[in-house]
């Protein structure tokens, strides 16, 4: 399987090699070369003008108007550099972007976290594509890419031009709180192809790209957002496993970098020195040794791995000096800026070296078009984030998905005239699942168990089950990420396991590490892993049952001893 995958990476690179250096010679040479409209802006800037450049600021638009007019005070106060999306709904969003745009002197850069589309952070009313997880099971590329094209289109109709995506963390650790079903999984060959597929598309499609989190996320027990993960792995192990991906998309030009949060030893043995503030990994590291010359951009510089040792703006003025572009999120840009140009007056820094950076910054904009910006026009807003394409697009990426382990006997043999009992577990209604086959099924009859159902709930359905001489079992984590533990409770456990035993086919519409906490559904004859519990992939999964569609995905983690990276039939 192993050498499959590399032969199927290779032959990704070697197909979109011209492409590849075609869009070589748009981004990196561009932002690192002179033009005329870069230079007449950097002449207008003051010397705190253009540290401003280098940060960016958060913004909501579902918080109120108050908390709106204050991040509109910071824009035109301090003139920033750019915007950081958060949650909202798109026409607030495009309100904001509009007004925020006007305040600015400069352009705003206009960021967002879209690993899987708008809906990632805009729920109302948009798209959210498969988790990248449900991705790394794909083995068809150019539907990845063609999804790097629709989130593009969907920034650009909303005025946003930088997405932090994709994730090429590797994930070899099912504890991760912060990665897990953000990445493409456990296979550095699986990740780096998927990656480069989703990368291009967005490109192509017009918009900047941040890979995240270098030098690699994946092998953590620890979130970032709330203390300092440390690595203890030798240079050797992050050199050829966690930075894998990094260093082959930044030879596939690469248009962003976002450094994590993580203390390091065996790269930097300063103590409690984050990655993302250590020169040795920002410039030695990744611009030098692996020859990125696209943006370099911070983690959230508001999070406590990053600030629970270097407090009051010593943060900024580190990461600063490490060799990033772009901060994320300071506490305190207005502090920040001060305490960079004090940082320059006293020699920690060089004017040449914030020129250079700024300069780039402002090429980048250049690059995007927004020498020439317009506002996001309103009309027809939803419609055009909402189209049929993409929709179409959406259920293609969960077909391609859907993963078989064990075998199809199972399903091969299933009668549609049989008395039939459909089950959904984990959660309190009808899904769609159900409805999806109920027409096919003559003789069927449908049950609901929820995560925390009793001892008799579960005796009354056993009871009803001997009934039926077919049983399809649907287990659903309705929370709203997927996690690596199900919610069921014992009782609903060891119901499951009996349920395996009697021949029940199962479709998982949950993150797959959490069959590694149900055991004896190892004996289950038929499992589709379908990843997560959306629409889309309930309607993949009836597809198969329905004899409509063939499983083509592949296990893109090892769950335990039973299910292991690249399973699929």
């Not at 950097?42 to 108007?65: E, I, P």
């Not at 709106?68 to 005070?73: L, N, P, R």
């Not at 969003?93 to 952070?121: C, S, T």
């Not at 069921?488 to 479709?507: Q, S």
Request: net charge neutral; charged share 20%.
């Amino acid at each position: 399987m192993l050498k499959k995958t590399v032969s199927v990476f290779f032959w990704i690179i070697s197909f979109c090699a011209g492409v590849l250096a075609q869009q070589r010679d748009a981004f990196i040479p561009f932002i690192n070369s002179e033009h005329r409209w870069v230079d007449s802006v950097f002449n207008t800037l003051s010397d705190r003008d253009k540290v401003a450049q280098l940060f960016m600021v958060r913004a909501h638009s579902n918080l109120g108007q108050r908390y709106i007019d204050s991040v509109a005070g910071v824009i035109q106060r301090e003139q920033l550099g750019g915007i950081v999306l958060f949650q909202g709904g798109p026409v607030r969003h495009a309100h904001v972007i509009n007004r925020y745009q006007q305040l600015a002197k400069v352009p705003l850069l206009v960021a967002f976290d879209g690993e899987w589309g708008l809906g990632m952070r805009l729920a109302d009313s948009t798209v959210s594509f498969p988790y990248q997880m449900a991705l790394g099971a794909v083995q068809n590329e150019a539907l990845i890419y063609q999804m790097g094209l629709e989130v593009a289109r969907d920034f650009r109709r909303l005025g946003m031009n930088v997405n932090f995506a994709p994730v090429v963390d590797i994930n070899n650790n099912p504890r991760n709180p912060v990665i897990n079903y953000r990445s493409f999984g456990e296979n550095k060959y699986n990740v780096t192809s998927k990656g480069l597929a989703y990368m291009r598309g967005m490109m192509d499609g017009g918009i900047v790209t941040s890979l995240k989190h270098f030098p690699g996320h994946g092998d953590t027990d620890v979130d970032s957002h709330y203390d300092l993960p440390q690595l203890n792995f030798t240079a050797g192990h992050l050199d050829s496993l966690e930075m894998y991906p990094f260093r082959e998309l930044i030879n596939a030009g690469a248009s962003g970098v976002m450094v994590a949060h993580m203390n390091i030893p065996n790269l930097d043995n300063t103590p409690n020195l984050p990655s993302s503030l250590s020169k040795h990994i920002v410039t030695d590291i990744l611009k030098e040794r692996l020859g990125f010359k696209g943006l370099t951009f911070t983690d959230a510089m508001d999070m406590n791995g990053v600030v629970k040792h270097f407090r009051n703006g010593e943060a900024d003025v580190r990461a600063i000096i490490a060799g990033n572009d772009l901060l994320e999120l300071s506490q305190n840009s207005g502090r920040a800026i001060d305490m960079v140009l004090q940082a320059i007056k006293q020699g920690r820094l060089s004017q040449d070296d914030i020129d250079s950076r700024v300069k780039k910054v402002l090429a980048a904009k250049y690059w995007l078009g927004l020498n020439d910006l317009q506002p996001v026009q309103l009309t027809n807003l939803y419609h055009d984030l909402n189209r049929r394409q993409t929709e179409t697009l959406n259920q293609r990426l969960a077909d391609a998905s859907v993963t078989l382990l064990q075998s199809d006997s199972l399903i091969r043999a299933i009668d549609y005239n049989r008395r039939t009992a459909i089950i959904s577990i984990g959660t309190s209604e009808l899904s769609e699942f159900q409805h999806m086959l109920e027409w096919r099924f003559d003789n069927h009859m449908h049950y609901v168990l929820s995560a925390n159902a009793t001892a008799d709930d579960v005796a009354a359905m056993a009871t009803e089950l001997r009934r039926y001489s077919q049983i399809i079992v649907a287990l659903h984590d309705n929370r709203a990420r997927p996690r690596s533990t199900y919610n069921y409770n014992g009782t609903v456990r060891l119901f499951i396991n009996e349920l395996a035993y009697h021949n029940a086919i199962f479709c998982v519409f949950a993150n797959p590490y959490g069959l590694a906490g149900l055991p004896g559904i190892e004996r289950a004859k038929s499992i589709l892993v379908c990843y997560q519990n959306e629409d889309i992939m309930q309607r993949a999964a009836a597809k198969v049952i329905l004899k409509r569609l063939i499983p083509t995905g592949r296990l893109p983690v090892t769950v335990n001893a039973f299910f292991r990276y690249g399973d699929g039939r």
